[in-house]
């Protein structure tokens, strides 16, 4: 009886695994940094309504580019300014988020930003290696965003784009309930276009692997130029293009992600 038992737990794991082995792989694309270049941000809105397009709050075309997303069905993210370790956009250029804020004053702050960015679906941190490795920084961020989630009746999750090794925030979303997922490549850390077509190979195999993978790029002209070729190759390739909030989860770290490079940026 133990054996036939143990047969019928056998199938099953093998069956489930055979599924899962099945299901076409999903890859998510982010796009950092809109709201400053017109004529690479709108390259960048001509790309496929699935690529998620991340804008700063405080850039001159943050209201334009969000109701232009809106009219294309298209993702938005908050791509929220915090402290770096090397360098950053903080002040005088940027409102970052401070480290020593309440999280009150998280919450209004981040008000504000959905205010400029209508119709985010969730934040990123832009640059922020120094604050998103800051436990008690990002505690009083997460903190603020359960409250805007609460008060306004909303589900914002979070994308770590993970600029430091030793980020927090994604655990930390994740630990409060909150919907969070993590970047794997920087497409453009590089921006030459062989590193980028390496990057791009990174993306795949680990999509592959795991049954799917973030990847940020840039408002870059290589690029661009890269993801018009690409992105259009990508279904005959066996893989499905996504919005990021469909990687989005409220369960525990996949094992295996956890150990592809991370270049610090910022």
Same mark, same amino acid.
């Given at each position: ?5 143990? %047969? ?5 794991? #093998?069956?489930?695994w055979?599924s899962?082995?099945? +299901?076409?792989?999903?890859?998510a ?10 004529r690479? =941000?709108?390259?960048i ?13 405080e ?16 993702? #938005?993210l908050?791509h ?7 360098q ?5 250029a940027?409102?970052? #988020? %401070? ?7 998280m919450?209004?702050?981040l008000a504000?930003a959905?205010a400029?960015?209508?119709?985010a ?5 832009h ?5 998103t490795r =800051?436990? +008690?920084a990002?505690?009083? *961020?997460i903190?603020? *965003?359960?409250?805007?989630n609460?008060?306004? %009746?909303?589900n914002?999750?979070v ?8 980020t ?5 979303a994740?630990a ?12 453009d ?14 993306l ?8 799917y993978?973030?990847?940020? %790029?840039?408002p ?6 890269f993801?018009?070729?690409a ?5 005959g390739?066996g893989?499905e293009?996504?919005?990021?909030? =469909? ?9 295996g992600? +956890? ?5 610090v940026?910022?």
């Amino acid at each position: 009886m133990k054996s036939l038992v143990r %047969g019928s737990i056998g199938v099953t794991l #093998v069956c489930l695994w055979l599924s899962l082995a099945a +299901e076409t792989p999903r890859i998510a694309i982010v796009m950092d940094d809109l709201g400053y270049q017109d004529r690479l =941000d709108q390259a960048i809105m001509a790309l496929d309504s699935r690529v998620t397009v991340a804008i700063i709050p405080e850039s001159p075309g943050a209201r334009r580019l969000s109701r232009q997303a809106r009219t294309q069905y298209r993702e #938005v993210l908050i791509h929220l300014p915090l402290a770096g370790l090397f360098q950053d956009d903080c002040e005088p250029a940027l409102t970052c #988020v %401070g480290l020593d804020w309440p999280a009150e004053k998280m919450a209004l702050h981040l008000a504000d930003a959905l205010a400029r960015v209508e119709g985010a679906v969730g934040i990123n941190n832009h640059q922020g290696s120094r604050f998103t490795r =800051d436990s +008690e920084a990002v505690s009083m *961020l997460i903190d603020g *965003l359960r409250r805007i989630n609460s008060e306004q %009746g909303r589900n914002l999750f979070v994308l770590d784009s993970r600029t430091a090794p030793d980020t927090v925030l994604e655990r930390k979303a994740l630990a409060a309930g909150l919907s969070a997922t993590r970047r794997h490549v920087f497409l453009d850390h590089f921006p030459d276009p062989d590193s980028i077509a390496d990057a791009w190979t990174q993306l795949l195999a680990m999509a592959r692997r795991h049954g799917y993978a973030v990847a940020i %790029g840039h408002p870059r002209n290589e690029t661009l130029a890269f993801l018009e070729r690409a992105l259009p190759e990508l279904e005959g390739q066996g893989f499905e293009l996504v919005p990021v909030s =469909d990687l989005a989860r409220r369960k525990t770290l996949v094992t295996g992600l +956890e150990t592809p490079p991370y270049p610090v940026s910022r």
